[in-house]
């Protein structure tokens, strides 16, 4: 695999040096600028559409779900309730795209109905066994209340800001038009107090600040309720989720399997197959001149034993490649040892593991460092490397740390990208850091799981 260290040395591998810098700069500090912010005024359109929308659902689904109950006595009462669960699948699909729209939140579709029969049976049976559809009329009947706590909070506390805020430019209108001072902050038969002269105006815009800059964050903690609302509810379930999952794990290690086998088809045409169809021409050739010229052939039979070492030297490192014969017989610790005396650096191993883990986690372990130690050779400009195996409760962790230039990346397409993938597949994780000058730090996490007992 060809990680692209080399880039380690361009100014676009190194933020802060680019103008992309990742977030724009502000002047003012992000407590002084949300009231004025499109999320803000996004997150609180959402809360005041919310009210109107929650009516609707709450509405719609208690009643065509009462009404679906009440007719189970009668055949008419199932397919009500599916058309009411049918109803509330669409409601959700409706949420998701105003939680995109307004929130930026992105929930994956759920899946899709199964049928197991064509026809308004098999629809109605699977309308009727799907969770999402009763996951979506549960958020129907939850969203309601909750929407009428949200729009009453934000709309009096946004209300209450900006009215105390701008009250020094409309406390005018109640000496004029009202008939008193100012705004009545206390009264009673005897006694009243109003907000009339300057100190107790200056205070209500000072109070009326504090509500206006805290308006934007009570917002945002009622939608973060509702963002967990529609994420748990209308996205996809858990066990969905790791079953697509589960499928492109598989798909990556069929393509692994695929990828090595045409990599070991290769090898063997290109390599030692040639080698040896060319050993077999030679040795014809040298029958061939054996009585008319021996010192020729004897020539040749030299050549050919030479071509014989070299296509054997091939074939050790192509079922080294496969499977090393030390890592079955003596473990990771021997393995990676005899992989790293062929590091064109020098590298310190330390292998610090009271048991062997599976084969299938061993040999991707090894795997993973033989990669990372081809990369350093390749194009790291190191002069020293180290890799270090440990175990922590149940997961295997792998590091390998050298003192190259650095800049290494798992970006789309990058050697390290790949090998992210093969330990995704078994629940593995790959993280890569490795600033501009050095020193990469590559970390591998995979699973423990011991070698199942025969029998």
Request: net charge neutral.
């Amino acid at each position: 695999m060809a990680t692209e260290y080399g880039q380690g040395y361009g100014l676009e591998s190194v933020p802060g040096l680019t103008g992309d810098t990742g977030a724009r700069r502000h002047r003012l500090p992000a407590g002084l600028r949300a009231p004025f912010e499109a999320r803000s005024w996004r997150e609180f359109g959402y809360v005041l559409l919310s009210l109107p929308i929650g009516i609707l659902l709450f509405t719609y689904a208690v009643t065509m779900t009462s009404l679906g109950a009440g007719l189970l006595v009668t055949f008419l009462g199932v397919p009500v309730l599916a058309a009411a669960l049918a109803g509330c699948r669409g409601f959700g699909a409706m949420e998701r795209a105003r939680a995109r729209a307004l929130l930026g939140l992105r929930v994956s579709d759920p899946d899709p109905l199964r049928l197991k029969k064509q026809g308004a049976m098999g629809w109605i049976g699977a309308v009727l066994k799907s969770g999402t559809s009763w996951r979506s009329l549960l958020y129907a009947v939850l969203q309601f209340p909750w929407s009428v706590f949200s729009f009453v909070v934000a709309v009096n506390v946004w209300a209450v800001g900006w009215a105390m805020l701008t009250y020094p430019l409309w406390f005018w209108v109640f000496p004029m038009y009202a008939g008193q001072d100012g705004l009545q902050l206390y009264g009673d038969e005897t006694h009243r107090i109003y907000l009339d002269n300057p100190f107790e105006i200056t205070v209500t815009a000072l109070v009326g600040l504090l509500f206006t800059l805290a308006t934007p964050w009570i917002v945002r903690a009622l939608t973060t309720v509702d963002r967990l609302m529609v994420h748990g509810l209308l996205g996809p379930s858990r066990l969905a989720t790791r079953v697509v999952e589960l499928e492109s794990d598989r798909g990556v290690v069929v393509d692994t399997a695929a990828a090595d086998l045409r990599r070991i088809e290769r090898d063997l045409h290109d390599g030692a197959q040639a080698r040896l169809v060319n050993l077999a021409m030679d040795l014809g050739l040298a029958k061939e001149k054996l009585r008319e010229d021996p010192r020729a052939a004897a020539v040749m039979v030299a050549d050919a034993h030479g071509e014989v070492k070299t296509a054997l030297q091939e074939l050790r490192d192509l079922a080294r490649g496969i499977h090393p014969a030390v890592l079955t017989d003596r473990g990771l610790d021997a393995a990676l040892s005899a992989v790293a005396s062929r590091c064109t650096v020098p590298v310190r191993v330390e292998v610090d593991l009271a048991e062997r883990p599976a084969s299938a986690i061993e040999g991707i372990a090894y795997f993973t460092v033989s990669e990372l130690l081809q990369n350093i050779s390749k194009h790291a400009r190191a002069t020293s490397a180290a890799v270090e195996v440990w175990r922590v409760e149940n997961r295997l962790m792998l590091q390998v740390v050298d003192n190259g230039v650095g800049g290494a990346a798992a970006s789309a397409g990058s050697g390290l990208a790949g090998l992210a993938e093969r330990l995704d597949a078994v629940d593995g994780i790959l993280v890569v850091d490795s600033p501009a000058g050095g020193p990469t730090r590559v970390t591998a996490e995979l699973p423990w799981r011991n070698e199942p007992v025969a029998g």
